[in-house]
């Protein structure tokens, strides 16, 4: 089993628990849903999400996913330009996450200076 994580809102979360899968605007915009690596989540959560409150760490079992998983170049969100000189290389998922590839929903609160810290996986 290989973990991914994706970080979201909660009430995004909430709208795939009614909907029957999860998917984001990134998903028609870049054609993929961003993710990241355990290694990886914090440096993107403190780049994106610093001080944002109501997020959830999606934690995905790639075995599970029905779309494809592919280990690319991050493209920055915020730009949507692709960062090809960043040598780490990130999980994109091509198409929607099915919910039972979701093994947990972890609440992911900022601390007081807006950082964040992992919560146990």
């Excluded at 994580?5 to 979360?13: E, P, S, Y």
């Excluded at 009614?18 to 355990?38: N, R």
């Excluded at 999606?58 to 991050?74: N, Q, R, S, W």
Aim: with cysteine.
């Amino acid at each position: 089993m290989a973990i991914i994580l994706h970080i979201t809102h909660q009430h995004d979360w909430q709208s795939a628990l009614e909907s029957g899968a999860y998917q984001t605007p990134t998903l028609q915009k870049d054609g993929f849903i961003h993710c990241s690596t355990v290694a990886q989540v914090l440096r993107v959560a403190n780049a994106f999400y610093r001080g944002q409150t109501d997020l959830v760490l999606l934690v995905i079992d790639t075995d599970k996913l029905v779309a494809p998983v592919k280990f690319e170049a991050p493209i920055n969100p915020q730009t949507g330009q692709s960062e090809p000189e960043v040598k780490d290389l990130f999980p994109h998922i091509y198409g929607t996450i099915n919910l039972d590839a979701v093994t947990e929903v972890l609440a992911f609160p900022p601390n007081a200076d807006g950082t964040f810290i992992l919560p146990q996986i």
